[in-house]
């Protein structure tokens, strides 16, 4: 039986792909299920897993929740089990990318806020559609759209249904990259690596800090961060003897 949520890991990037391609990757419960199963193993591994990139196989990351499902009925394994599973991907230690080309619509799009940096193809397109089928938001939309957009845009977006190009998405701040679909792969290859070449200990730390400060005033913020940050990570000093070396090399 064909994987809806496939794996791959390489050099301490595990790649997770949305594979019902015939679907257009069309969000329904079974896809939910293997995706939590693959959070799940990858929270687990701090040392094999350094970055993860989440993406869609085919033509798109998405084209959003599976209205068949909802017409039928769904059966989730326990309630709001989609939210949290959107919850656990937002809130793994390690850094997480969005690689955005194609439909990014509605439910998609909330799965694709998840991630700690989005990248897009310019032949993205992004979308709220919940006012136009009747339905509000479960997933998290109300609350990470706006933190990623401000309040205004995310109005914008859920009032009035409409589609945005990766362009627009790097303008309103909703896409961190965008580039030509040609140029996608290399672009996700070359900013995998650069992340993965700096401390996995910092990289989380500071996704950590982040978090734990988000919304805080900025005096309770800065106490956060001097008394409960993380502190030096186990390959400070590696790092630093590598980098001494190195200049000493060309300095001689």
């Known amino acids: 039986m064909t994987s809806l949520v496939t794996r791959e890991d390489r050099d301490g990037l595990a790649t997770l792909t949305l594979n019902r391609p015939e679907k257009l990757n069309s969000l329904n419960v079974e896809m939910f299920i293997e995706l939590d199963r ?3 193993s990858i929270e687990k591994d701090l040392d094999g897993v350094g970055l993860v990139i989440l993406r869609g196989a085919g033509k798109c990351f998405s084209a959003g929740h599976d209205l068949g499902d909802i017409a039928e009925g769904e059966r989730p394994p326990r309630p709001n089990f989609q939210a949290t599973t959107i919850e656990r991907l937002a809130t793994l230690p390690q850094p997480v990318i969005s690689a955005v080309h194609g439909h990014c619509y509605t439910g998609a799009l909330e ?3 998840a991630g700690d940096l989005l990248v897009a193809a310019q032949s993205a397109k992004f979308a709220d559609t919940h006012a136009k089928w ?3 938001p479960v997933w998290g939309m109300s609350q990470r759209l706006p933190r990623r957009v401000g309040v205004p845009k995310a109005r ?3 009032f009035t249904c409409r589609t945005y190009t990766g362009a627009e998405a790097l303008a309103m701040g909703l896409a961190n990259i965008c580039v030509a679909d040609e140029e996608f792969d290399a672009t996700l290859a070359a900013l995998a690596a650069s992340i993965l070449a700096n401390s996995w200990f910092s990289n989380r ?6 978090a734990d400060t988000d919304g805080l005033p900025l005096g309770a ?3 956060h961060e001097i008394y409960c940050s993380e502190g030096v990570g186990p390959d400070m000093q ?3 003897a590598a980098f001494t070396n190195k200049t000493a090399k060309k300095q001689a």
């Open 134 to 136: 009747s339905l509000t």
């Open 238 to 240: 590696a790092r630093i």
């Open 38 to 40: 693959h959070i799940a």
């Open 111 to 113: 799965l694709a806020l």
């Open 205 to 210: 730390a500071n996704k950590k800090l982040l």
């Open 156 to 158: 914008e977006m859920m």
């Open 221 to 223: 913020g800065l106490a």
